[in-house]
């Protein structure tokens, strides 16, 4: 191996790991401006991350002061689920007591042949039946026995009317304690309508904020230097772009290193640039023209199609870059032929040159030369 060749292999080594490199980091901005506008539409892929790092330090200061009255909300959250609980247990026990205080009274005064009245009987309170207890031990003809359930009666009565005070006190606590919940739930809806406002500023969607936060950390917490993080904010046009002329040098190098390992004739450094230019060239020019026919098909189909870079999958602008970088020569003269075809009469047919014979092209790269 001569010196020469020895030094095309280290430029050509050289070009590959930067391409690769600057590939790697604009393709992952892209990709996240993807991402991000397939959560977020109305962002197009675009989010400061300045603005975001400013609305988080805000919004942890929103949260910290309004941490108080937060948990303060919750407690009393918790105190009326627990009021309502033991009010629901107390309720149920009293109806159970009521329905057997009036079978027992009911049981006394058919026994008294004691007449009700229906008033008197649709009360169920404490003190109604309270009243008509009092009236069945006025009685002079109770027997013993009746007697007896009258002064039982009698407990339950006052049992139930402890039970009902309680309820009423259960009531009053919880009406207080809803008074205080609307005064805190104030104060927490006004630091969220804050928040949401601070949200709204970085994702106009705030409700996937926290899902775009999370990706557009994850992306800084990898950018080398922040360069990833800094190329995100740059539009999805230009991204797409710088993108498809990476990838076309990265086809350039995918066909240069094969021909430098096996063809006879030995790659120049002069080679190398051309190509490199070339191979940009041809990508930039497909992908226009790979565009260009998308937006004419669906106009002519009357479909509507998506008009904004950032709707643009990263990994098909990619596949058109290296597919012109490594057959850059067939796709400039795919293009030539059909321009020939589009702005001279005749179609491509009548535009077509006469067949050249030409001498074996020296092979190398991956494509066949010959049909170059």
Known sequence: ??????????????????????????????????GVAQISPSTNGLISFSRLADAET?????????????????????QIAAIDAAAQAAEADANEARAEIVGG????????????????????????????????????????????NVAALRAQVSQLAQTEETLDQSG?????????????????????SRIFALQQSVVPDYEHYGRVRSEAQSLAAMSPLGVSAYLAQGHPALLSTILV??????????????????????????????????????????????NAAIAGFSIASSVQQATTSATLNPFTVSLVGIVA????????????????????????????????????????????????
Not at 3 to 28: N, P, W
Not at 60 to 71: F, K, M, Y
Not at 178 to 184: F, I, P, T, V
């Open 58 to 78: 805000q919004i942890a200061a929103l949260e910290s002061g309004s941490s108080e009255p937060r948990g303060q909300l919750l407690e009393v959250e918790q």
């Open 325 to 372: 970088g490594v057959l850059s020569e067939d796709i400039a003269k795919w293009i030539q032929d059909r321009g020939r075809g589009i702005f001279q009469q005749g179609g491509v047919a009548a535009s077509a040159p006469p067949p050249v014979v030409q001498e074996p092209a020296p092979g190398g790269g991956l494509v066949n030369n010959e049909a170059l």
């Open 245 to 290: 002329l990476l990838m076309g040098a990265l086809g350039a190098l995918l066909y240069l290193f094969p021909a430098y390992l096996n063809r006879a004739v030995p790659v120049t450094m002069a080679e190398i640039v051309v190509r490199l230019i070339f191979g940009m060239c041809a990508a930039l020019a497909f992908y226009v023209l790979a």
């Open 172 to 192: 009053a606590d919880r009406a207080s304690l809803q008074a205080r919940q609307r005064a805190l739930s104030g104060q927490v809806a006004e630091s969220n």
């Open 105 to 148: 009274i009911a049981g006394v005064e058919e026994r008294a042949s004691v007449a009700t009245a229906g008033s008197s009987a649709a009360d169920m309170s404490a003190q109604a039946l309270s009243q008509r207890i009092n009236s069945l031990a006025a009685l002079p003809s109770l027997s013993a026995t009746d007697q007896q």
């Open 1 to 34: 191996m001569t010196f020469y060749k020895f030094a095309v292999g280290v430029v050509l080594a050289v070009a590959m790991v930067t391409v690769l490199v600057l590939s790697a980091l604009v393709f992952s901005s892209r990709d996240f401006q993807f």
